[in-house]
């Protein structure tokens, strides 16, 4: 059945039932904001470029707080920090993977030479997919303004099964965490768990076995680090060197002077003796 322009405009809310007319002035009406100004509609620009404001989105669903524009305050923020990639504050070398000799059935180590590259103090700590085979040494420090440690990983290699090539694939993974902290301190690991929030991801680490028999440049420079972080680890071990008079009992300073002036009178005493 053919349908006439008045039945079209009706049907529309332009005339006809007045219910439906009052529908369509209502769905016309300008949506209202909590301060009672009209709130404007997106430009044809914004839409074009697909933007959408969704408030639940970035965190200010259920009536947080609203800036005088009508935009949800800290939204354009939370948008930036979101697509900014995460600023690093430690450089690592080698910077993708951890390296271990392959001795199926022992313990090999690996070595990760750790700097803080940031202008703070900065704590770090490692994370494992395989915790019961291996461990961290240290499992975590805090590194002033361009210091650097070199890290020791410990692994148990265990042997293949059904000849699997382990040299080529392995899917145990380390992470390394970074947090600022305020300044000098004793390092925790409860640091990281007060402030999650803070905690950046730096690298995720990937595996790789190295061929005893057939040595290469990645083996010796591993080699080299990791007599690099034994020596720094018996460096630590040692007592620090007292520089200055040497201070016995409650105060009472014995230089060297004093020390020459007793062994004098000793002698003395002991040639008097002997003349006797």
Known sequence: ????????????????????????????????????????????????????????????????????????????????????????????????????????????????????????????????????????????????PGETIIATVFKFVEHPENNENVLQKCKVKFKILSLKVKGPMEYAPELFDEQKDQAVVEKILRVVFLNVENPGPQLEKLNNQLAEAEAALEARKKPPEENGPKIVGEGLVIDEWKERRERYLAQQQVEVVDSV
Request: aromatic share 8%.
């Open 1 to 144: 059945m053919a349908i006439s322009g008045e039945d079209r405009y009706a049907a529309a809310g332009g005339g006809g039932d007045s219910s439906g007319g009052k529908l369509w002035n209502l769905c016309r009406m300008p949506f209202w904001q909590p301060g009672g100004a009209p709130a404007s509609a997106p430009s044809s620009s914004a839409a074009a470029a697909g933007i959408h404001h969704s408030a639940g989105r970035y965190g200010h669903e259920g009536g947080g707080a609203v800036a005088g524009d009508g935009a949800p305050a800290g939204s354009i923020s939370s948008v930036a920090k979101s697509l900014l990639p995460a600023r690093r504050r430690l450089r690592l070398d080698p910077p993708n993977k951890l390296y271990f000799p392959y001795q199926p059935g022992q313990q090999v180590r690996s070595a990760i030479r750790i700097k803080n590259t940031s202008k703070s103090h900065v704590a770090f700590k490692f994370q494992t997919t395989a915790p019961k085979s291996c461990f961290m040494r240290p499992p975590g420090a805090i590194l002033a």
